[in-house]
């Protein structure tokens, strides 16, 4: 696609249940990355996928997060067992990153507004 | 932790005058790169500064990094109200396992008429 698309763009869920979040890279872009920001404040990096492989998971905030990345393309990021506290907007972007450093820039979609009442 | 922190976090200025916002970092860096949002949506890429670069320029932003105070910062000039957004600092963080870019905390920049 002409950029990275992110649905659903609004997301409501109750505290406790488990809710899904995907995002579609631009083709062809080898590097994907999850942030989340909460209100106000800056982007805190989750994860990010070099192909199918997530080099380092170390930003996911606790076992309840899960993000899978299949076929080098489609992404998307498990929350289980919401918590208010996981209220946020989750941020996706994409880059053509092929080597160990990003030396690229990303391209970001326009996030999921996640809301766990 | 942030790896990269803005300063100042709000910033107001009229039409036509010229804005700064500055980055500071903490660990050594390949890349550092400005990034700008509106309405807390996604960032749109503004420019990118190797660690070898000094100062770049593109249209009316100026980017200048100085490596051995581990500091950037962003230069609008003739502001316009188009203008008002947030901007973000972003770094690429060497992990131990991997490098992963980290963004700042943000500057919150209003542009009146």
């Known amino acids: 696609g002409a950029g990275v698309s992110q649905s659903p763009s609004n997301k409501v869920t109750e505290k406790g249940k488990d809710v899904e979040l995907r995002c579609d890279p631009i083709s062809g872009h080898t590097a994907l990355y999850w942030y989340r920001q909460s209100l106000g404040q800056g982007l805190e990096f989750l994860i990010y996928?070099?192909?199918?492989?997530?080099?380092?998971k170390s930003g996911l905030p606790s076992d309840r997060f899960s993000a899978e990345r299949t076929g080098g393309s489609v992404s998307t990021l498990t929350i289980q067992r919401t918590q208010q506290e996981d209220s946020a907007v989750y941020l996706c972007?994409?880059?053509?990153?092929?080597?160990?450093?990003?030396?690229?820039?990303?391209?970001f979609g326009s996030g999921t507004q996640l809301s766990v009442l | 932790s942030q790896q990269g922190e803005e300063d100042p976090q709000a910033l107001s200025i009229q039409e036509g005058e010229n804005a700064t916002m500055n980055c500071s970092y903490k660990?050594?860096?390949?890349?550092l790169q400005w990034y700008r949002q509106n309405s807390g949506r996604g960032l749109v890429h503004l420019i990118l500064?190797?660690?070898?670069?000094r100062e770049k320029h593109s249209g009316r932003l100026r980017v200048t990094l100085d490596t051995s105070k581990k500091s950037s910062s962003l230069l609008i000039t003739a502001s316009r109200a188009a203008d008002t957004a947030s901007y973000f600092c972003a770094t690429d963080l060497y992990t131990g396992t991997a490098s992963k870019l980290t963004f700042g905390t943000g500057t919150r920049l209003q542009v009146t008429l």
């Open positions: 660990t050594s860096i390949n890349n």
């Open positions: 500064i190797r660690s070898n670069e």
């Open positions: 996928f070099q192909g199918n492989s997530a080099p380092d």
């Open positions: 972007a994409s880059s053509s990153r092929v080597g160990f450093a990003t030396n690229e820039k990303l391209f």
